[in-house]
T-cell receptor
Framework: NAGVTQTPKFQVLKTGQSMTLQCAQDMNHEYMSWYRQDPGMGLRLIHYSVGAGITDQGEVPNGYNVSRSTTEDFPLRLLSAAPSQTSVYFC??????????FGPGTRLLVL | DQQVKQNSPSLSVQEGRISILNCDYTNSMFDYFLWYKKYPAEGPTFLISISSIKDKNEDGRFTVFLNKSAKHLSLHIVPSQPGDSAVYFCAASGSGGGADGLTFGKGTHLIIQP
């Protein structure tokens, strides 16, 4: 997980609150992405970016927003948190899609 | 519709023996396959990968086999060690480095018994 940092490590929100999950990398990778992992499920792609200024939706984008103003940062915004967004969120980076390096994760609980 | 399937939620293997983790996929456009290892409270760690132009790739104790006609791949760990106890995810990506991320299976929890 070296080179990919995620903050916060853990967060509790109330339904309807908004927040931003931060992801930063120092490896100069063009590809960045956000996944969520739910119990008994694999990781599912939320949003991704192939470079600064370019973002696109993954498999489960609803309720989330992203932007990529720099190569290093790829924040994930929850606009109005819902209990269904309780999950563990992983940011990943890579020189290409073929190999992605994951951050340590953010555990989110929405009450 | 699950495109990457790991049908064994858990697998128990004795230390020193071979561990074989299996993965099936349905999307014929996948052309690159990866295995990730995940410990509790940590992010997944890349383990080994294989391109669809190959049928085998080795890295130390880890070997991945790909059978394209069967849309099946497997990860072999020989010999299994206690530190190998973790959840293993199979993942696949589309052709041409397509910007669609990785598609993951649900994972297999490997338990190495002493």
């Amino acid at each position: 997980n070296a080179g990919v940092t995620q903050t916060p490590k853990f967060q509790v929100l109330k339904t309807g609150q908004s927040m931003t999950l931060q992801c930063a990398q120092d490896m100069n990778h063009e590809y960045m992405s956000w996944y969520r992992q739910d119990p008994g499920m694999g990781l599912r792609l939320i949003h991704y970016s192939v470079g600064a200024g370019i973002t696109d939706q993954g498999e489960v984008p609803n309720g989330y927003n992203v932007s990529r103003s720099t190569t290093e940062d790829f924040p994930l915004r929850l606009l109005s948190a819902a209990p269904s967004q309780t999950s563990v969120y992983f940011c990943a980076t890579g020189e290409a899609w073929e190999t992605q390096y994951f951050g340590p994760g953010t555990r989110l609980l929405v009450l | 519709d699950q495109q990457v399937k790991q049908n064994s939620p858990s697998l128990s293997v004795q230390e020193g023996r071979i561990s074989i983790l299996n993965c099936d996929y349905t999307n014929s456009m996948f052309d690159y396959f990866l295995w990730y290892k995940k410990y509790p409270a940590e992010g997944p760690t890349f383990l080994i990968s294989i391109s669809s132009i190959k049928d085998k790739n080795e890295d130390g104790r880890f070997t991945v086999f790909l059978n394209k006609s069967a849309k099946h791949l497997s990860l072999h760990i020989v010999p299994s060690q206690p530190g190998d106890s973790a959840v293993y995810f199979c993942a696949a990506s589309g052709s041409g480095g397509g910007a669609d991320g990785l598609t993951f299976g649900k994972g297999t929890h490997l338990i190495i018994q002493p």
